[in-house]
């Protein structure tokens, strides 16, 4: 008998844990197939898929014009090419109190490889990383695939799910390299103010740790705190911005995104972090050339018009679904949203029958109303459930109705 030599990665396997689309396929195997009704997704974050999310025409334009020139079919420098970074530096110099260069801007696939390129840059013997819990999987995923050891932090809901600054400080030590803030937040629809970022800023110095900062969800606000970029505050910590047109714009599947350097001191420099994106970006694919070409004009023309009606639905969408969870008392710990197309909610068990926890709830949810809920244990918040609201405002007015009806037949009591 041959004795095969080859064998599967046990670490992806590892990593698929953290994964959002295997979950939500899992949720997705029980639904009904005998249901006529449309399938609600509130789960994944994509408006796109929804006509009053269409993206800015101008956007649309700009990608057209760039495919048509010719001028843009050949392959891409690594990092990205120097118009799309030069427009980058502008855009994301315009809120802070120094100026980036072309050269503090590197073109990724969209946000989630720039996670994965900083992560690998970061890598060492024995290094960890502080994560927030709640958070996004992706950090953790690709944390384990890249062999850098996770220590999670914790969200107070309590504080509008401000960071705990002083469980940051007690898991780090000196093999801590850096913390993730997640900003406006997903999973729970958080906005930090100025003065908490600045506290954060102050921690990470203290720690001798970088700051990254997933800012994928930048200017998407609707509440009293406005965005404020976490790299106005790289001068007391230095800061990897990382960030995308997906959610702004509304375009995800355009896959393009960006890491962007806040070190006014140089300090990335000389710790050798820059090299070390450099080289993880040559070794990693780079985004579609004529993509690339369209952004300056996306950045540049793209009007307050096309964001103030954007955000005008989100706010509407994040109240409906605000005030018709809080109805539902087998649902707890509702914050409102301030941000991004998210909030999370506690389940209380003591409220349902039939329910052993959150994956079962959101599989028979999906079985019974065809609705898709996030369960929370992908998130490290078992018993919790991660809603979306950044979908056409009928589709959520129906989703959360059956939501409702879903609770009331597996109430515990006569009412839920």
Not at 7 to 24: D, P, Q
Not at 166 to 174: F, I, M
Not at 221 to 235: D, E, K, W, Y
Not at 266 to 274: A, L, P, T, Y
Request: with cysteine; glycine share 6%; charged share 25%.
């Amino acid at each position: 008998m041959t004795d095969w030599k080859f064998r599967g990665n046990r670490e992806l396997k590892t990593a698929s844990a953290f994964s959002i689309a295997r979950v939500i396929g899992d949720v997705k195997t029980n639904l009904d197939q005998s249901d006529e009704r449309p399938i609600i997704p509130l789960s994944i974050g994509d408006p796109s898929i929804f006509s009053c999310f269409r993206t800015a025409q101008v956007a649309e334009d700009a990608v057209v014009d760039a495919l048509r020139s010719a001028n843009f079919n050949g392959y891409a420098p690594k990092g990205g090419a120097l118009q799309p970074r030069r427009s980058l530096a502008e855009y994301l110099s315009s809120n802070l109190p120094y100026k980036l260069s072309p050269d503090d801007v590197y073109v990724t696939v969209g946000a989630k490889q720039a996670i994965e390129v900083v992560l690998s840059a970061l890598r060492r013997p024995d290094a960890n990383i502080l994560l927030p819990k709640p958070g996004y999987p992706a950090y953790e995923a690709l944390s384990v695939m890249n062999h850098l050891q996770v220590r999670h932090f914790d969200l107070v809901q309590e504080k509008n799910w401000e960071v705990d600054l002083n469980g940051v400080q007690a898991l780090a030590d000196d093999k801590t390299v850096a913390m993730v803030i997640i900003n406006p937040g997903n999973p729970c629809g958080n906005v930090y103010t100025r003065d908490h970022l600045k506290e954060i800023a102050e921690t990470a110095r203290r720690l001798g740790i970088l700051v990254i900062a997933d800012e994928a969800y930048a200017h998407l606000t609707f509440g009293s705190n406005p965005f404020v970029p976490m790299g106005l505050f790289g001068n007391i910590a230095p800061v990897l911005t990382l960030g995308s047109l997906s959610k702004r714009w509304m375009v995800p599947g355009w896959r393009i995104g960006w890491i962007a350097r806040s070190d006014p001191d140089g300090i990335f420099e000389k710790q050798g972090i820059v090299d070390c994106i450099r080289r993880s970006l040559i070794t990693n694919t780079e985004p579609a050339t004529f993509i690339q070409a369209a952004l300056p004009q996306i950045l540049e023309k793209t009007t307050d018009d096309f964001f103030v009606k954007a955000v005008n639905v989100l706010r509407k969408d994040a109240d409906m679904c605000y005030e018709r969870l809080k109805k539902i008392p087998c649902f707890t710990c509702l914050q409102k949203p301030q941000g991004s197309l998210f909030l999370m909610v506690k389940l209380d068990m003591s409220q349902l029958q039939d329910i052993n926890d959150d994956m079962d709830f959101c599989s028979k949810l999906a079985k019974e109303e065809s609705v898709i809920l996030l369960p929370g244990f992908v998130l490290r918040m078992k018993n919790w459930v991660r809603v979306t609201f950044g979908i056409e405002p009928a589709a959520l007015e129906d989703g959360l109705a059956r939501v409702k009806a879903f609770c009331l037949r597996h109430a515990a009591t006569s009412k839920c």
